[in-house]
């Protein structure tokens, strides 16, 4: 009996990647087969996004797709929590379920496509499937947020922070490294909140007691010896200690931490975490603690309400905190918000020229900070290597959202090295640089 196939859509954050993840190594691991068509596949799994309305189309699409060219569709991820939505539009679906539900899109694929036994296909990698490249990998370390932002609505899908065991992430961090990942990508609504609803529990790992706090675990985590990136953090004073360790060089100089605006009345209407906080005065002390500390940040521009002098406050906001990389959106309605109803939406002409001034502001900031760093040394790692040469990130530059290193010639090197080069040019986005090791 030869085994069936899953075909598989990963649509969303690198939090659904990781639920997707997660689902297909439980799904190798009992033999079944991962097809990249839809004629080859016995059925199709879609891993849906609900953040904004945009995504939510996408996902209603590629469930239509899936349909039309294979016709057995299973649909997990953060719109299952709106099943009638889907219903509606594809009553054809087999199975909805919320994000993060491995065990039930794992028993309706048993439902409609039982496991043929063989015991050599459950022959997995110890690190499980993974869909990123060999040398970098998310390690997601909760679910789900204690949070209610007036303008998300992902605890309404993903429900209340629910942290892994710390021993469990740990795990997982040494299977990814023993395996030859370079970087881990620590992701989860609120990193910062890390454990917070273990009571910040200790398990042991290597011998040892180790707390499920968001600082021992990072202090862990710089043991492996791999870059470990921190994303989705929020200023709180506690982050201060971790900062410490990226001076330490423990884990990488980079905080991945979305303010989404800078004026106090407007981060609480937004309900932010941490809304209260001096957030210029925090990525002071950041920078006195680790001067060399890359900061990434989004924002959301237009929220309902925001006045013209608010707007400017946040321009004079970039200005002051001069981050490295920073997106910006223009805000849009995601149905179940509760920031629908508030008062005074700002027009959409008015928002889109918010956004450009904005990124205008931001870009001439990244661009000077790029430059600044021309004629240092410092260690990137290989991504690519194409015919010019080799394509690398530093330190500075989380994939898929930072920018990157380009090393024209440098076609010796090989995807996951780690190498020292000299920065020669800058552009507002990526950098270009010669290797100084062999
Ligand atoms: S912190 Fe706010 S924006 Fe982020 S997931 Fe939680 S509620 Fe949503």
Known sequence: MSNPKVGFISLGCPKALVDSEQI??????????????????????????????????ESLDSIGEALAENGKVIVTGCLGARQDEILARHPQVLKITGAHATD???????????????????????????????????????????????????????????????????????????????????VSQDTSAYGLDLRYQSRRWRGREVSSRFYDLAAALGELGIWVRMHYVYPYPHVDEVVSLMAEGKVLPYL?????????????????????????????TWREICPDMTIRSTFIVGFPGETEQEFESLLEFLSEAQMDRVGCFAYSPVKGAAANQFADPVPEQLKQERLERFMAHQAQISADRLQKRVGKTEMVLVDEVVEEGAVARSKADAPEIDGQVFIDGATHLRVGDFVEVELEEADEHDLWARCTSA
């Open 24 to 57: 297909l190594t439980r799904l190798r691991s009992e033999g079944y087969l991962v097809s990249p068509n839809y004629q080859e596949s016995d059925l199709v799994v879609v891993n849906t996004c609900g953040f904004i309305d945009a995504a939510v189309e």
């Open 104 to 186: 039930e899109v794992v028993d309706a694929v048993h439902e409609h496509l039982p496991p043929a036994h063989n015991p050599f296909t459950s022959l997995i990698p110890p690190q499980g499937i993974k869909l990123t490249p060999q040398h970098y990998a998310y390690l997601k370390i909760s679910e789900g947020c204690n949070h209610r932002c007036s303008f998300c609505i992902i605890p309404s899908m993903r429900g209340d922070l629910v942290s892994r065991p710390v021993d469990d992430v740990l795990q997982e961090a040494e299977k990814l490294a023993e395996a030859g990942v370079k970087e881990l990508l620590v």
């Open 256 to 284: 991945d931490i979305p303010f989404q605006h800078a004026d106090s009345r407007i981060l609480k209407l937004m309900k932010r975490p941490a809304a209260a906080e001096n957030n210029l005065q925090r990525i002071k």
